[in-house]
């Protein structure tokens, strides 16, 4: 019978303590002197959103990242052919008047390369092979770069 007591008693003095402790919890503070701050100073406002904006964007998966890289390589690769299948197809005349007859064949042989280049980058692209992508974008580099040098040189 004490038992009972003690335990109902117990139970009696810990909800108690409870509902007085809980009403000496501390105030909440006043943030109004913040939000005047903040309003008087609109470029400190604006600086701090930056930085959040900044600090808190959500960071891409290595997934996520590696579908932009594809997605990047896949539209570089189809404007290169594009260009590429333009080039070959143009007559001496739209290529200009200034071309000797070895330029001219020179000028389709950089077309091929080029449109060789852009279809090896977009198989890689295809095959997420990532690895092999950047030294693909080395040799379109130069593929344009030897035509570019090539062709600069003789206006």
């Not at 900044?54 to 891409?60: A, F, S, T």
């Not at 390589?73 to 007559?91: F, G, H, I, P, Q």
């Not at 035509?147 to 040189?153: A, E, G, P, T």
Request: charge should be positive.
């Amino acid at each position: 019978m004490q038992s009972k007591f003690f335990y109902g008693f117990g139970s009696f003095i810990s909800v108690f303590l409870l509902v007085v402790f809980s009403g000496c919890s501390p105030r909440e503070q006043n943030t109004k002197p913040l939000v005047k701050h903040m309003i008087q100073s609109q470029k400190l406002r604006l600086l701090m959103r930056e930085l959040d904006l900044v600090v808190y964007e959500p960071q891409k998966s290595e997934l996520e990242r590696d579908e932009i890289r594809k997605r990047y390589a896949l539209t570089l690769a189809d404007t290169l052919k594009r260009l590429s299948v333009e080039v070959e197809n143009m007559s001496k005349s739209d290529l200009g008047s200034n071309l000797a007859a070895n330029d001219f064949d020179a000028y389709k042989k950089h077309a091929k390369l080029l449109n060789k280049n852009a279809n090896e980058l977009y198989e890689l692209a295809q095959n997420y092979k990532f690895e092999l992508i950047d030294k693909k974008m080395q040799d379109v580099k130069i593929s344009c770069d030897s035509c570019h040098n090539h062709f600069r040189q003789n206006l």
